[in-house]
């Protein structure tokens, strides 16, 4: 014992400091990228406005979100879809197709919820991330361009994300439907399947939720294990929570999906995360709820990926893979 007040547990979080190699067990695609360390948005904003700086948001998420669109751009220009916009009551939504498409009355509806720290993701950026991720399902998409913060804090997303989800349902038999989402888009998919059940609504055939952003406490162990690990997200995302949630209580299951009621009735869903995700504890945690509660859930976790990904190594390609043979298991037997 020390005669200071600071525990062994502190100390240790403060003082122990690594070296961490980019690893050989990857392909070398997933090497350059690590090898990039933080680079991915380099040039970027670097530090967020104070909450109540509402014109500082503005302008910080206009330069954010059209950074991340023209790094994304690549991988949607080969994606073998196009993307249409149309508007779903006052939701814009871009409607993507595959290439080779055929008209089908029974045609899967894939909801796709964009990412983007709940900021992120609007307009163009918008149609590059459907576009990927109809390229990537192979499946129709609907990805809703949905309100976000600092205009239109919670619950406008979600609100935006029912609308769609019930048109869906009108046009759609709901073993024909997936929701599926990303990161922040992992949350309100999540979340729109707990709404959707508690409105009484017929839940879809299939979840999909990538590295998803289920607990805005962020109370996990790899907020700390990951930190500084993970090159995509580099930091804590308690502004933008702070931003999207406001003055609610952050364990409602509608802002943290990890803590709602899995129990049955609730479709099977595909959790994904890498070992050097930032919400590896997000997504881990939100499987085991998931399985406690008898749900029928898949975890895959991917060597040394950060969050989103390694942004186009034959890594990418493969959760693409895993996520079409779930989409077949559940849609097409």
């Given amino acids: 014992m020390t005669n200071d007040d600071t525990t062994t547990a502190e100390r240790t979080a403060t003082e122990v400091t690594r070296s961490i190699p980019v690893p050989t067990s990857v392909s070398p695609e997933a090497q350059a990228f690590l090898a990039m360390g933080a680079g991915l948005l380099e040039g970027g904003p670097t530090a967020e406005p104070a909450p109540d700086d509402l014109e500082g948001w503005r302008a910080m998420t206009a330069a954010t979100n059209e950074m991340v669109g023209d790094v994304l751009r690549a991988q949607a220009d080969a994606a073998p879809a196009t993307v249409e916009l149309t508007s779903i009551g006052d939701v814009p939504v871009y409607v993507g197709t595959p290439d080779g498409t055929t008209d089908d009355p029974d045609a899967v509806a894939y909801l796709d919820v964009h990412g983007g720290g709940f900021?992120?993701?609007?307009?163009?950026?918008?149609?590059?991330?459907?576009?990927?991720?109809?390229?990537?399902?192979?499946?129709?998409?609907?990805?809703?361009?949905?309100?976000?913060?600092?205009?239109?804090?919670?619950?406008?997303?979600?609100?935006?994300?029912?609308?769609?989800?019930?048109?869906?349902?009108?046009?759609?038999?709901?073993?024909?439907?997936?929701?599926?989402?990303?990161s922040a888009g992992g949350n309100l998919a999540a979340a729109l399947v707990l709404r959707a059940r508690d409105e009484g609504l017929a839940l879809p055939a299939a979840l999909v939720l990538l590295t998803p952003e289920a607990d805005l406490t962020e109370s996990g162990d790899s907020f700390a294990t990951n930190l500084g690990i993970d090159s995509?997200?580099?930091?804590?995302?308690?502004?933008?929570?702070?931003?999207?949630?406001?003055?609610?209580?952050?364990?409602?299951?509608?802002?943290?999906p990890l803590f709602g009621d899995y129990s049955p009735p609730f479709p099977p869903t595909?959790?994904?995360?890498?070992?050097?995700?930032?919400?590896?504890?997000?997504?881990?945690?939100?499987?085991?709820?998931?399985?406690?509660?008898g749900v029928e859930a898949e975890l895959h976790v991917w060597e040394a990926m950060p969050h989103g990904g390694f942004f186009g190594a034959p890594e990418d390609a493969e959760i693409g893979v895993e996520v079409r043979r779930f989409l077949a298991d559940h849609l097409d037997r």
Wanted: charge should be positive; charged fraction near 20%.
């Fill in 119 to 182: 900021t992120i993701g609007s307009g163009e950026t918008c149609r590059v991330m459907a576009t990927t991720m109809c390229g990537t399902v192979r499946r129709r998409t609907f990805a809703p361009d949905y309100r976000m913060p600092p205009d239109h804090p919670y619950p406008a997303a979600l609100d935006d994300l029912l609308v769609v989800y019930r048109h869906l349902l009108d046009r759609h038999p709901p073993e024909r439907i997936v929701v599926g989402g990303a």
């Fill in 232 to 256: 995509v997200l580099t930091g804590s995302l308690a502004g933008s929570i702070a931003l999207y949630a406001r003055d609610h209580d952050l364990t409602h299951p509608y802002l943290s």
């Fill in 270 to 293: 595909f959790l994904q995360t890498g070992t050097r995700d930032l919400f590896l504890s997000n997504t881990v945690r939100l499987h085991r709820t998931m399985r406690a509660a």
